[in-house]
């Protein structure tokens, strides 16, 4: 027997309605390029998001077209994040770090339509303009004076708007139909496009707002530091209309004394960004007080937050550090380490240590661990195994990849690549990346536990350690280390001697090697693949 409750679809546009029925005056703040800030409200982004979608269909462009950004965070982006769902096409947010010859292969393999250009980032994209075969428009917004582009084909996007009106009736019934696609950056091969649609970040907002999740609300002022272009920004753009919590984007000002000024001047409650973005701000913070009383939690992600950071943050400052997991291919958010009744007890260094690890699922989403079997492993806190997902905002292929046994199993759950442990209560605890974990004489040694412990060494600015091949163990651990301003003398032998209580003998780096900066992603996480390569090269000790 079959329900009868109304078959209504998740459709994006149902968040934007409701934001402007419910919350139309609650703020959008952008910092502009001059560091202005440009402000208005949901009602006005959604009378332009109509308008853009008009623009939309003058460009030509038709339900299921693919339509690249490349862009900071900021209004417009925001625009383009509803406006090109809501008109039927796909929004392909465009990683403005790439490589060249990566933003080549992704815009190619995509076939955008159109891509949109934040002005501030032209000569990212000129450079590879010749390469790329299928853009018929290049639409430009916050061109710098002076600036002219080389690109075919380009309009401006204020012109556009201007010629448009904003009566537009949104162009999707259909709850799965693909609404965005972000590529993964891709450590090995290829990038790949995970492409969602918009029942998946539907359900994805509702998961993310959930009191056990962000718990995000209208008393909120959330700052995704997160960019856009990196996991459509944790999802934090649609999460914020759903629940009426007013944004504040940073544009390119992502140095932490801008950011720290930001958050104090706009009274942010929500910031959210990778672990490196926030350890800079805190030696800010430090360095340069501000009034950051209002920050309710400081969200973290995209790698593991060290202990010590969350314990510095929580005790000098005051701030709830709130840790979450996810990747791209799963919309991203999979768990948020909200504490529960059984830990308020706990004296406060035992909250730190529950706060380290990436925490439970979100409702919505189930995760086990196995071995190299495929067998599930116990939840018990201390076995390793691969973690796997699976749930409606979980990807089941690639854009234009057939699955293959090492992305997803044959019982249907994907294979994050990540190992870790699962504690009785649920609590996820990150080892590694399979591809990170060093590999020691049949032994696994968890590179980010071993980075972790190294960067509450108060001499030690960044750690990180990678697996080096050794005749006789099979891989070592060789630890990369940036040393804090005032360190003074820092030793190998020091080093270790600090590790030596929590460590097994055997997970102490042979080697330590000294530099000024560990290489970084295009989001801003360590780049082993770069150290492993200088190392290969006899660059790197
Ligand atoms: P990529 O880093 O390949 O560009 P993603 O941003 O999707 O792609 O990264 C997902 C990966 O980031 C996860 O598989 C995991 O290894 C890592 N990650 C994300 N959040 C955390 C976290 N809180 N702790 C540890 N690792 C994390």
Not at 152 to 163: G, I, K, Q, R, W
Not at 189 to 212: A, D, Q
Not at 295 to 324: C, D, F, K
Not at 505 to 517: A, G, N, Q, R
Request: with cysteine; aromatic share 8%; glycine share 8%.
């Amino acid at each position: 027997m079959q329900g009868l409750m109304m078959n209504y679809p998740l459709t994006l546009d149902r968040i934007l309605e409701h934001a402007n029925r419910i919350y139309p005056h609650k703020r959008i703040s952008t910092k502009q390029i001059d560091g202005s800030m440009h402000r208005y409200t949901y009602a006005d982004l959604y009378s332009r998001v109509k308008r853009l979608a008009n623009v939309l269909r003058k460009l030509g462009v038709n339900p299921g077209d693919r339509v690249g950004t490349f862009a900071w965070n900021n209004y417009q982006h925001l625009e383009l994040y509803y406006a090109i769902p809501g008109a039927g096409a796909v929004c392909h947010t465009l990683n403005i770090r790439l490589f060249p010859d990566q933003l080549t292969y992704v815009v190619n393999h995509a076939e955008d339509k159109v891509v949109f250009i934040d002005g501030t980032l032209l000569p990212l994209f000129e450079r590879v303009a010749d390469k790329i075969e299928t853009v018929e428009h290049y639409v430009l917004f916050n061109v710098p004076p002076g600036v002219e582009s080389k690109l075919p084909n380009t309009v401006m996007y204020e012109d556009l708007m201007a010629d448009v009106d904003d009566d537009f009736e949104w162009a999707v019934t259909d709850e799965n139909t693909a609404m965005g696609l972000c590529y993964t950056s891709g450590t090995t091969g290829n990038p790949k496009g995970v492409l969602y649609s918009h029942r998946s970040m539907y359900l994805h907002t509702i998961g993310e707002c959930h009191p056990n999740a962000l718990d995000l609300s209208s008393r909120d002022i959330v700052l995704p530091v997160v960019p856009q272009f990196h996991a459509m920004a944790w999802g934090l753009p649609y999460a914020c209309a759903l629940s009426g919590a007013e944004l504040v984007m940073p544009g390119p000002h992502l140095k932490p004394a801008p950011l720290a000024q930001l958050i104090d001047e706009e009274k942010v409650t929500v910031p959210a960004g990778v672990p490196s973005i926030w350890n800079a701000l805190y030696h800010e913070l430090k360095a340069n007080p501000r009034d950051i009383s209002h920050v309710r939690a400081l969200v973290v992600g995209g790698s593991a937050m060290p202990r010590s950071l969350i314990e510095a943050y929580e005790e000098q400052l005051g701030v709830n550090v709130l840790h979450a997991w996810g990747m791209t291919e799963m919309s991203p958010v999979g768990t948020v380490c909200q504490l529960q009744d059984h830990h308020q007890q706990l004296p406060n260094h035992q909250k730190w240590d529950v706060k380290a690890k990436q925490g439970y699922v979100v409702a919505g989403v189930e995760m086990r661990i196995t071995n190299d079997a495929g067998e599930e492993l116990p939840w018990d806190g201390a076995t390793m195994g691969e973690v796997q997902v699976r749930g409606p905002w979980i990807a089941r292929q690639y854009f234009r990849v057939d699955p293959t046994p090492d992305s997803f199993t044959a019982d249907g759950w994907f294979r994050t690549g990540d190992v870790a442990t699962l504690s009785e209560d649920g609590y996820m605890q990150i080892t590694d990346r399979t591809k990170d974990l060093v590999k020691s004489g049949g032994e696994w040694i968890s590179s980010v536990a071993l980075e972790n412990a190294l960067m509450a060494h108060p001499g030690v600015m960044e750690a990180a350690v990678i697996a080096i091949p050794d005749d006789q163990w099979q891989e070592r651990p060789l630890a990369v280390v940036v040393p804090a301003p005032d360190a003074g003398e820092l030793t190998a032998d020091e080093l270790n001697a600090h590790l030596a209580p929590n460590f097994a003998k055997f997970w102490l780096p042979d080697e330590y090697v000294f530099v000024e900066e560990i290489p970084k992603t295009s989001v801003g996480k360590f780049d082993k693949k770069v150290l492993r390569y200088r190392h290969a090269q006899g660059e790197l000790g």
